[in-house]
């Protein structure tokens, strides 16, 4: 198998216009990289929008795939890793990269939302596209849907990104890109790929309006990605699910290949001087043999993304890829952190993290207890209202010693922090604080907390993404513990 690392500087021939059923194609041409966001902007994004404002067409996979034949098919260039489900899948993406990317491949990354730069979804091992080949890139695509709006209607904010990503990716001649599910997987827009092989994370209920109230409606969604002939992997969950998954694999012809029933794998968790608290795996294939790697991310429920990452691995081996035991192991220790209890602040100490389901915020309480030392946390709380709103609140209640409640700034579906702050009373008859920014949260948790005690700002991707953009301004412009990011 062939092993490229496409240069960072170097710029494919741009061919400005292209023949589309005997129709000239003219790429849209952006006054700056500004203005390529301003159109980027206007179009409908269902991250950010309520559900009940979008519309029955908005998710269909005739108009992706109009778009990508307008560009002359750039996704069948390439060669996949496909990446679902409701927690995790963006920690196994980045575990699997990372370690691809120690073992000599070009590889692009897909995935949403970002945390403080859109460029970030569309990667190339840790290097995102630039800021001309992002204006560049959206002037081919943008012009690609305009010329098949006609016949399926305006394209959407991610069906834009995913048509740009796979024809940067295909310019570059990457070797293999691992794509992040956006939304479910059955009507994604990333499911027009047919993958090497693929894996889906933990079901949770999430996005119900969409997908569907029940975890078996959801998981049904998410085995949507399963594709005739390929392998999907995945680890034991609710017998509901479990029991679509098998159905679905079964009715499409897909392999369903589940950790530690048809892959030999287990994991522990220990503590050592070097790692202090962490967890490690193994597993065993008849082409692989991974002993007591030690998982990248804290917390003891990445053990099963990191299997899942290593089983993808596998997979790859099995389909020509060289993905040797060492190289792995060296890449899997250079993940990235990306939002996963990521330190964005030195004194005093603020973890940012995107957990947003009950399950992620229990398992993100975990994880500290587990992973970090501290006196006191105080927890600066901002989620959709689309959310299990009651059940996070639960859940964040149990760690922390103060809650700061706020909203992330420009999302419509984030909730009212003052209607946060009445749940959370009456659940757990407790006080706590509101403050209608995130800035003015931050600096209030700021001034309550000492030298040992930890700030966490956390229940959303785009809080999480907030914090850390203003952060990284702020200490940009000044030093020192004085928190004050600019408004």
């Known amino acids: 198998m062939p092993k490229t690392t496409p240069a960072d500087n170097q710029t494919p021939a741009d061919s400005d216009n292209q023949t589309v059923s005997g129709k000239t194609l003219r790429p849209k041409r952006f006054a700056s990289y500004e203005t390529a966001l301003k159109y980027l902007d206007s179009h409908i994004n269902v991250e950010r929008s309520r559900p009940a404002h979008l519309k029955e067409d908005t998710f269909q996979l005739a108009r992706m795939r109009a778009i990508l034949e307008a560009l002359k098919d750039p996704h069948r260039d390439l060669k996949f890793v496909h990446v679902a489900g409701s927690k995790g899948k963006g920690s196994v993406v980045e575990m699997a990269a990372s370690a691809l990317t120690a073992c000599g491949y070009g590889v692009g990354v897909y995935t949403s939302p970002h945390l403080t730069d859109i460029r970030e979804r569309i990667r190339i091992g840790d290097q995102p596209v630039s800021i001309d080949e992002f204006a560049r890139t959206l002037g081919h695509v943008g012009a690609a849907a305009e010329s098949v709006a006609g016949d399926h209607g305006p394209a959407t904010y991610f069906e834009l990104l995913t048509a740009m990503a796979f024809r940067y990716f295909a310019e570059r001649a990457v070797d293999i890109v691992v794509v992040e599910v956006g939304l479910g997987g059955r009507l994604d827009s990333t499911n027009v790929i047919t993958p090497e092989c693929s894996a889906i994370a933990a079901i949770h209920l999430e996005h119900t309006q969409l997908l569907g109230d029940t975890l078996e409606k959801i998981a049904r969604e998410k085995a949507g990605i399963m594709k005739p002939g390929v392998t999907t992997y995945t680890f034991a969950q609710d017998d509901a699910v479990m029991a679509v998954f098998r159905e679905t694999a079964e009715a499409v012809g897909a392999q369903l290949k589940v950790l530690g029933e048809d892959v030999d794998f287990?994991?522990?968790?220990?503590?050592?001087?070097?790692?202090?608290?962490?967890?490690?795996?193994?597993?065993?294939?008849?082409?692989?043999?991974?002993?007591?790697?030690?998982?990248?991310?804290?917390?003891?429920?990445?053990?099963?993304?990191?299997?899942?990452?290593?089983?993808?691995?596998?997979?790859?081996?099995q389909r020509g890829f060289d993905t040797s035991e060492r190289p792995v192991a060296v890449g899997l220790e250079k993940t990235k952190r990306y939002g996963r209890l990521e330190e964005v602040w030195q004194t005093p100490r603020i973890l940012v993290d995107g957990a947003h389901t009950p399950e992620s915020v229990h398992a993100l309480v975990k994880s500290i207890g587990a992973h970090i030392r501290y006196d006191s946390m105080v927890v600066v709380f901002g989620c959709a209202a689309d959310k299990d709103v009651v059940g996070m609140i639960d859940k964040i209640g149990l760690g922390a010693d103060k809650i700061i409640f706020t909203r992330a700034t420009g999302n419509p579906r984030a909730m009212d922090p003052a209607e946060l702050q009445r749940l959370y009373s009456e659940r757990h008859g407790k006080m706590a604080q509101v403050e209608p920014t995130l800035k003015d949260a931050i600096n209030t948790a700021a001034k309550s907390v000492g030298r040992g005690d930890l700030i966490l700002v956390t229940g959303s991707f785009y809080l999480a993404g907030e914090a850390k953009a203003r952060l990284q301004d702020a200490a940009a412009k000044k030093a020192g513990s004085q928190v004050e990011p600019k408004g």
């Open 266 to 317: 287990s994991w522990r968790f220990e503590a050592s001087p070097e790692l202090g608290p962490h967890a490690r795996v193994c597993l065993a294939t008849e082409h692989s043999n991974h002993e007591h790697l030690p998982v990248p991310l804290p917390g003891q429920h990445q053990a099963v993304n990191c299997g899942l990452a290593l089983a993808l691995l596998d997979g790859l081996r």
